[in-house]
């Protein structure tokens, strides 16, 4: 009996290929995919060499039987493989976009799929406006964080959010991205201190968009001056229209997800990647308060980092990777009260692109830190929103710079440093600034009559890295940076 083409094709899968394979060529269900096969010398298999850095022997999920090597497109895959092969070594091979803000069919879901029945966005500006909220609620000190109705639904509307775009990352996986188009957008993933061991390399990460921040009157709330004037009937205890603490300055939108938030894994590898916030960059949603709360920190903070490595996390390579169109960028120890991450935190950072980036590049609070060979570009306009600084140093932050090139218009060389803590310390050799040798240390030290940054982090850097001169970094970085050059 003659056989149609598509039975014969049907044939030779059912026996050349496992089972899984099979569901997943069929429509059936989520499976490998039918090349799951890959070679001992694939780049999904690669791992970070084992004197790279303080991330050495990183593997991800090299291991990975064919059956634990997947290839999704959507996000009910991607959600789908990671579960099914738990903590066991796993190969997920990105193609395409996945959008996270989708659900199984994959329809993308916007604000109105979140918000809670309760939800007002224009009664809860009404609501917590600093011109009323400072001036009820705040007695001889600094205003309440915001409370009541309205903010309980604004946070069960950011719960059905997190529920759908932030993702659980298990231990032992390797998440590559297949050819230069490969995105995950419009979520978060989230590599939590019980796992270890994964790496993440030739994606795309774009707009992790919170649809419900939160204002947070407290957040940086002071009685000083705003850039350099006072403000007229500024003070603690509220007496009239034109005297309290509703004349004050302070107070900040929080947004929540960051495109990767790394909270105390062990041995991570993020590598030729990128990371923006794509076509809805938060300065395009202004504050909606009037003076003094109409500052361009005080905007919308529909994003939060790009990439952040907190609470304890340790033994992370960054490398090779695209940061562009962003403000609050990257986070090495989320707060100077955490003084069970000293002695973790040890963090490299090299070979990266930060284009165009605002500020924390990174912010560090206890770690130890090795930023080599990076290139920063970036403009400080005036504006509030183009470069600020590039190194933060909070709490016992121990940075160790070399070879770093940066090219930022507009600035000199002590902006590169904000945020010193008297325990902070910053080793800097080699770098360029505008192609001229930068000692940046004694720039900074020159700049402010207060407490001196030291030079002497306690540490220096092992493993076998190699340094490129600071003139070569711009052209090295260029040809090697992001997505689709593995």
Known sequence: MLRSKSYL????????????????????????????????????????????????GTTGGAAARADDIYTVTTRKQFIDALKRSGSSPKIIRVQG???????????????????????????????????????QNTVGGRPPKVSGPLEEARRRSYENQKRVVQVLIPSNTTIIGIGSDAKIIKGNLYLNFDVENIIIRNIAFE???????????EDTFSFAPVQGFALSGCQADFIDDTRGPHRCNGGRWNGEYDLISVKGA???????????DGARPDKLFPSPFAFPYNQPEQKFQHHDGSLDITNGSNYVTVS????????????????DNYPSDEGKLKVTIRHNFFDGIRQRQPLTRYGQVHVYNNLFRGKRDG???????????????????????????????????????PDSALFDQGSLFNGQPADIVNAFNARNSGAKLSSDPGWKPAGAYKLLPAAEVAGFVLANQGPGKL
């Open 97 to 135: 976009t996945i959008n996270l803000s989708s659900d199984d069919a994959g329809r993308e879901l916007v604000e109105k799929d979140y918000a809670d029945p309760g939800y007002d966005f224009e009664a809860y500006k009404k609501a917590y406006d600093p011109n009323k909220w400072n001036r």
């Open 207 to 217: 707009d992790a968009f919170d649809y419900f921040p939160m204002w947070n009157p």
């Open 320 to 335: 090779h990777n695209h940061f562009s169109n962003h403000d609050k960028l990257m986070l090495v120890g989320g707060s």
């Open 9 to 56: 094709v049907w044939r030779f899968l059912a026996l050349a290929l496992p089972l899984p394979a099979l569901l997943s060529c069929a429509g059936g269900g989520l499976g490998p995919a039918d090349f799951a096969r890959l070679p001992a010398n694939d780049v999904a298999r690669q791992t970070l060499p084992a004197e790279d850095g303080w991330g050495g």
């Open 266 to 276: 062990t041995r991570v590898w993020i590598d030729h990647c990128s990371f923006s």
């Open 383 to 421: 504006t509030g929103s183009g470069f600020s600084y590039a190194f933060g140093l909070g709490r016992q932050a121990k940075l160790y710079s070399q070879n770093n090139a940066f090219e930022i218009e507009g600035a000199t060389v002590p902006d590169l440093v904000y945020h010193v803590t």
